[in-house]
């Protein structure tokens, strides 16, 4: 459960410009990290930005829950981990 900086939002949106994309306002963009371990990742991009929404699913109970305690922690309000699997994973959810 790393920090991938190629996929941090300031870096993705420029680069989505770049191909002709118009990418979501980064302070407010929904985020959704698959396999996303403890929230390594996707846990600094939610400090970030505390009026986006982030999510991210991972098959780890393990992961997930050592996850969550980080949030709980850190006081984080704009995101949320779930144990889910990809294949489950709807839009709605």
């Known amino acids: 459960s790393y920090?991938?900086?190629q996929t941090h939002p300031d870096r993705l949106a420029p680069l989505?410009?770049?191909y002709g994309m118009q990418p979501a306002d980064v302070n407010t963009?929904?985020?959704l990290e698959l396999a996303?371990?403890?929230?390594?990742n996707l846990l600094?991009?939610?400090a970030s930005?505390?009026?986006s929404r982030c999510r991210g699913i991972d098959l780890s109970d393990k992961q997930i829950a050592a996850g969550q305690q980080a949030i709980r922690e850190k006081g984080l309000k704009n995101v949320e981990l779930r144990t889910q699997s990809i294949l489950d994973f709807a839009p709605s959810n």
């Open 44 to 46: 600094p991009i939610a």
């Open 16 to 18: 989505g410009i770049l």
């Open 36 to 40: 996303c371990g403890q929230g390594g």
């Open 29 to 31: 963009a929904r985020v």
């Open 49 to 51: 930005f505390p009026n």
């Open 3 to 5: 920090v991938h900086a």
